[in-house]
């Protein structure tokens, strides 16, 4: 059973966010796959599907980990079986990386991973949302993309969903995916 997590933060005033890049990646590979969120569980909501779950917690970032933590479990998912969707400071808006475990490098929802699963062995997929503005760091995650940003942030999430999907549908190993798409 395979877990792509996508982070963001519940809310309205926070859906266009830098913070809920994750929860639009999520969202793009739902529709993609014909599929809903129809579970409400561990403060979170997921659709369970043969083989893999797709999830988004309704904590904020910095508490996902518990929901997380729940579903692995709760359903017995290996942490080799682990995709968190996530936005990444240290990237320019648009890049898209797969990691393999090590930190957090500062993002406080999979430092609450880190800490709720007791490992830093999972697998990330980290969509970049820094520009050339960047001040504080609090706020700037929190605000909205600007219109000339629009362009690169759906290129960022459709390439993200693609995968995303690849990573739940393919037979691929994980090395192969990021030799494939950390170009």
Do not use: C, W
Not at 33 to 56: C, M, P, R, T, W
């Amino acid at each position: 059973m395979k877990l792509v997590v996508g982070l963001g933060n519940p809310g309205f005033e926070y859906e266009h966010t830098r913070h809920n890049i994750g929860f639009k990646i999520v969202d793009k590979l739902l529709d993609v796959l014909n599929l809903e969120l129809d579970k409400s569980q561990f403060n979170g909501i997921y659709v369970k599907h043969q083989d893999f779950i797709i999830a988004k917690p309704l904590t904020y970032m910095n508490l996902s980990g518990n929901f997380v933590r729940e579903l692995v479990n709760f359903y017995k998912i290996k942490l080799d079986d682990i995709l968190v969707i996530h936005d990444e400071l240290a990237f320019n808006l648009g890049v898209v990386r797969l990691k393999q475990n090590g930190s957090a490098n500062g993002q406080k929802g999979v430092a609450n991973i880190i800490d709720q699963l007791g490992t830093q062995n999972f697998k990330r997929l980290r969509v970049g949302i820094k520009n050339e503005y960047l001040k504080n760091i609090s706020s700037f995650v929190l605000s909205k993309f600007s219109p000339n940003e629009a362009i690169l942030l759906e290129s960022a999430v459709a390439s993200a969903s693609v995968i995303a999907y690849d990573f739940l549908k393919s037979n691929k190993s994980f090395s192969q995916l990021m030799n494939e798409y950390n170009q």
